[in-house]
């Protein structure tokens, strides 16, 4: 992963301005695109991709659900079946964009093929089950989505809309640990810990 990448927090001047007039918003763009992705979450965000590759790596993940994703592709890196659902208008478009995909294939961490379903639905009324939720600065995606999680299965959470902190609350949710980054966020470690952590940072769950 290119780590150099420039956020589109750190644009100034006339490349900020080609920005805004090509997206309208830097939080809420009037649509989408591959290079709205880069500047977004790989200048800012791209740590993310290391809690995914841990848990990808340490526990048995097949299906994941990713409720209120927006367009962080950044799961697919490392987990091959991934649905994202997110009710901002054309999303459909975005993840079907042949450069999106042939971005993911070149930045993957496993062989066999990427799985993705994109729904433009609100997550509260979904169908299926998996095995892993994400949870990130997305609303009450622990309450609302909690039918979708397979029992045993994991709920990824950052306390961004407070959904940690609901997850904390329910006696569903077996609270097993927090992702710790170092201080230039290259390395991530999970602490494993039966007390209540509350942080912006990911707490992961199991359901009972
Ligand atoms: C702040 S963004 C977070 C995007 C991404 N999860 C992240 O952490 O970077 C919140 C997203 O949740 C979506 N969202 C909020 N409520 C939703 C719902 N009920 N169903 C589907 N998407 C929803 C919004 O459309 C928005 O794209």
Redesign the pocket.
Known sequence: MNHKILSVFDLEGKDLEKFLEKYGDIFEPKYVDLEYYKLY?LGK?DHDRLIFEYMAQTYEIDKVL?????I?ITPSFDFENVTY????PNIEDFFSDEDVLKYIELHKNYQSPTTICYKE????NLEGQYDLI?S????SVSI?CKKNLKNGGYLLV?N?HSDADNAFADDAYEYLGYFKFNINKDHVQFILDNTSYKSSDFCLFRKL
């Open positions: 979450y965000f990713y409720p209120g994703s927006f962080h659902v997110d009710i901002y639905i609100s997550y509260v994400i990130s600065n997305a609303g609302d950052n961004g």
